[in-house]
């Protein structure tokens, strides 16, 4: 399918959707959300995705201008397009049912910010950085921020970010804990291919109900984490990567999974 905003491809079983509005900084217009949450459901073969921008920015945050007379704003503007728009999409890319790795180039701000931190696997450029710069506006952070934000970094650091309004480096946030690793810029996407194949020939079942489980153990008691891996296991232990990947062992050879 073609998109106005955002590019979508699949090879090898490794989806990429690139956000693509270069000259606005890959600025997320409420149609841009939109485009998203349908690639999100089409991507037919895939086993781990990879986000990303075009051109010197990863996402400059919210657009709410981008639909000229229909633009919305205000706070009752904002507070609509982030309960019919922004955060539907925050929820879809938690729910996906594979890994997801985000190859953040230059500025990830405000809802940019979050979609950059959505990522299983976070790897930044060494121009990469992370930006809450809602304070600066006299707004609040949004996109999930203030949930993700503490439980990533711990609160002193969280509120850092969000009170404070100041650029995280990719160097930084590596150091923090923020996000996996920070590269240089020519190696970006070189390096986030380079685990997408690792992960897509992985166990995506499996992948999948780690997601769900790390999920649910955030928001929920030790016992519903325990419930939550048990249940997990009984759906896990009957798939075909685990029949191959029990049988890898007995054969002493490396397991080959199909993703079913």
Known sequence: MSYETITVDVADNIATITLNRPERMNACSLDMAGEINDALSTMEGARCL????????????????????????????????????????????????????????????????????????????????????????????????????????????????????????????????????CVEDDQLLAEARALATRLANGPTVSYAIMRKNILTALENSYAEALLAEAEGQRIAGSSADAAEGGLAFLEKRKAVFKGQ
């Open 50 to 181: 990879i986000i990303t921008g075009a051109g010197r920015g990863f996402c400059s945050g919210a657009d709410l201008s981008a639909r000229g007379e229909r633009s919305i704003s205000g706070g009752e503007g904002s507070y609509i397009a982030l309960t019919r728009h922004y955060n539907p999409l925050m929820m879809n890319l938690a729910r996906l049912n594979m890994p997801i790795i985000t190859a953040v180039n230059g500025a990830a701000a405000g809802v940019g910010c979050s979609i950059g931190l959505a990522g299983d696997f976070v790897i930044a450029g060494k121009s990469g950085y992370f930006l809450q710069a809602f304070v600066n506006i006299g707004l609040v952070p949004d996109g999930g921020a203030s949930w993700m934000l503490p439980r990533l970094v711990g609160k002193a650091r969280a509120t850092e970010m969000m009170m404070l309004g100041e650029k995280i480096s990719g160097d930084k946030a590596a150091d923090w804990g923020l996000i996996y690793k």
